[in-house]
Nanobody, 125 residues
Framework: VQLQASGGGLVQTGGSLRLSCTASGSTFRSYTVAWFRQAPGKEREFVAVIRPSRSTTYDRDSMKERFTISRDNAKNTIYLQMNSLKPEDTAAYYC???????????????????WGQGTLVTVSS
């Protein structure tokens, strides 16, 4: 599976962006796909995950209030809709996929086998 992330850019505080992660391969619908982000000088952190069943998990409630992860299997694409963006959301955002991940590992970046190249989100104050 090859992943292509896109949709990042420069936005003002309070603005919105929709990130996309498009995959090659006809079996993408069976993959668990997550978004991670990494700010300069910080470790990569989990943002949200969507499973083949379309169930979702977010890193924390405050993120769930502003972000929505979804999938369109017909387009082999995972989306991350981000609203009410804050300067602390500034980071490179990566999508990652796995078809063998276990439930307890969905928040761990080491559990994912396939990664997109990252798309940069910059939120100005």
């Amino acid at each position: 599976v090859q992943l292509q992330a896109s949709g990042g850019g420069l936005v003002q505080t309070g603005g919105s962006l929709r990130l996309s992660c498009t995959a090659s391969g006809s079996t993408f619908r069976s993959y668990t796909v997550a978004w991670f982000r990494q700010a300069p000088g910080k470790e990569r952190e989990f943002v949200a995950v969507i499973r083949p069943s379309r169930s979702t998990t977010y890193d924390r409630d405050s993120m769930k209030e502003r972000f929505t992860i979804s999938r369109d299997n017909a387009k082999n694409t995972i989306y991350l809709q981000m609203n009410s963006l804050k300067p602390e959301d500034t980071a490179a955002y990566y999508c990652a996929a796995s078809n063998t991940i276990i439930a307890s590992s969905v928040r761990s970046h080491s559990a994912y086998h396939y990664w997109g190249q990252g798309t940069l989100v910059t939120v100005s104050s």
